[in-house]
């Protein structure tokens, strides 16, 4: 069955005195809204992801990840975190492919597909992320970007680890900028993706899918948003970093 989720992405923001204070009260506010078959994942800076899985009621629908991996599992790579490292920590996501790592440290779709490898070797889930620029908007070539982004990422995976997948639509126009994809060029581009993941596996897997839609999602916009048939939740950047305004986006799961 399809999972709701609201994903929290604090980027790089937070220490960890602060970062320990507001996880707490996202906790503590979300105890009797999380359902049955919704979660909600909280992914702060790497040297959190320890302190934070270890503060983690049982019997919460609540989980840690990370914003990135490198996607070797171990070695000389300075500075760099491995998919392995994060799972030791209790973290059981890792973001995938975000626009940010796309843009500003150049990866590309084959080395995102290493990544999301990686991910999946070491009994995680990535939050695997696709998206245009304003620029593909315009020109009206976003279908073929998005297909080309899925199919050469994540294409080659088995229908199995397929499904471990969480999908996230981050339209690059609408990141940070207040700028929104509007509930209805959402759902097109998230009723496509579905269609794409029906055509290489098949409708059941892709029914089952979870597609996340991040982009200057809020409290305010989210009800609207995930009201449509094809989008399952958000990935949130900016709102994540205030608690009520968070828990705001999980309830309008409801
Ligand atoms: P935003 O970021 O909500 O601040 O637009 C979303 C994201 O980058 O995941």
Wanted: aromatic share 8%; net charge negative.
């Amino acid at each position: 069955m399809r999972k709701n989720i609201v994903a929290g992405n604090w980027k790089m923001n937070m220490d960890l005195e602060k970062g320990l204070l507001i996880f707490n009260e996202i906790q503590q506010l979300i105890k009797e809204e999380v359902k049955g078959n919704q979660e909600v994942i909280i992914c702060p800076p790497y040297i959190h992801l320890s302190s934070l899985s270890q503060l983690v009621d049982s019997g919460t629908n609540l989980s840690i990840g990370a914003q990135n991996c490198h996607q070797a599992d171990s070695g000389a790579f300075t500075g760099e975190v491995s998919a392995s490292i994060i799972a030791s920590t209790g973290a059981s996501y890792v973001i995938i492919g975000h626009s940010e790592r796309r843009l500003y440290f150049s990866e590309s779709n084959s080395l995102l597909a290493q990544k999301l490898d990686s991910v999946l070797e070491n009994g995680m889930a990535p939050i695997f992320c696709i998206g245009e620029t304003l620029e593909q908007r315009n020109n009206e070539t976003y279908f073929e970007v998005i297909k080309e982004q899925i199919t050469e990422a994540s294409f080659h995976l088995q229908a199995t680890d397929y499904s471990k997948l969480i999908l996230a639509y981050e339209p690059v126009w609408a990141i940070g900028t207040g700028l929104t994809a509007s509930p209805e060029q959402a759902q097109e581009i998230h009723s496509f993706i579905r269609n794409l993941l029906a055509d290489k596996y098949d409708q059941d897997l892709a029914n089952n899918m979870t597609i996340l839609y991040g982009g200057s999602c809020n409290p305010k916009n989210a009800s609207e948003l995930f009201a449509k048939s094809d989008i399952d939740g958000g990935l949130i950047g900016g709102a994540s970093l205030k608690a009520r305004d968070f828990v705001d986006i999980i309830k309008a799961l409801n």
